[in-house]
């Protein structure tokens, strides 16, 4: 079976700092890759996606960017990070055929201070 | 540009009644897909309903019921005798294709459900 993993779960970092989080797939291959973004109390908000290795596509201009190294790892990124990065970040994945839901890691917390 | 609308932001109900999420979505394609999330407080969003535009018949899965409605566009969500695991985020969430086999899942800002005890 499909499962994803997201790490870490939670963070805490300075304005300023870099930012590296993680995301792999298990379980099948070539899949549509998603990282979305929870502010206190907002709705998700579709931050990049990827339909292959090295093809990244941004929704919104902003502070990060994304990577697909591997065709099952996804990773977001900042140089350096500013107060508004707060937030949920949760990374998904869906099939590359058919209709058919996103499924979810379990996020990652990530504080700016 | 597609959109999904949850008016509803904050609904609290006492458990053992019922409740209705509303959902009111946008788009310009005739063939897309609706979901419905759930957030416990744990964070993860599980996956609960799939319904695609063709399909306009309401499903039931125990205490849950969708009714889709294309003449309204709107997707709700129906708990029924609600209890206190009830209590998460919800969102409806609608795909909007990209490329073949590709789509985006653009969502609503879900509906808090608090049910007490």
């Known amino acids: 079976s499909q499962t994803i993993h997201q790490w870490p779960a939670t963070l805490v970092q300075p304005v300023g700092s870099p930012l590296s989080l993680e995301c792999t797939v298990e379980?099948?291959?070539?899949?549509?890759l998603y990282w979305y973004r929870q502010a206190a109390g907002r709705g998700l908000q579709l931050l990049f996606y990827?339909?292959?290795?090295?093809?990244i596509s941004s929704e919104v201009p902003q502070n990060l960017s994304a990577s697909r190294p591997q065709d099952r790892q996804f990773i977001l990124s900042s140089k350096k990070l500013l107060l508004s990065d707060s937030g949920f970040y949760l990374c998904?994945?869906?099939?590359?055929?058919?209709?058919?839901?996103?499924?979810f890691g379990q996020g990652t917390r990530l504080t700016v201070v | 540009a597609q959109k999904v609308t949850q008016a509803q932001t904050e609904i609290s109900v006492v458990e053992k009644e019922d409740v209705t999420l509303d959902c009111v979505y946008e788009?310009?394609?005739?063939?897309?897909?609706l979901f419905w999330y759930k957030q416990p407080p744990s964070g993860e969003l599980v996956f609960l309903i799939r319904?695609?535009?063709?399909?306009?018949q309401n499903e039931i899965s125990g205490r849950y019921s969708w009714n889709f409605q294309k003449s309204t566009s709107s997707f709700n969500f129906t708990i029924t005798a609600s209890q206190v695991v009830d209590s998460a985020v919800y969102f409806c969430?609608?795909?909007?294709?990209?490329?073949?086999?590709?789509?985006?899942?653009?969502f609503g800002t879900g509906t808090r459900l608090k049910v007490l005890a």
């Open positions: 998904a994945w869906s099939p590359r055929a058919g209709w058919t839901e996103a499924f």
């Open positions: 379980g099948t291959s070539n899949p549509n």
């Open positions: 990827s339909v292959g290795i090295g093809q």
């Open positions: 788009t310009r394609d005739t063939t897309y897909y």
């Open positions: 319904r695609n535009s063709f399909d306009e």
């Open positions: 969430a609608l795909s909007e294709p990209i490329t073949s086999g590709t789509y985006k899942y653009i």
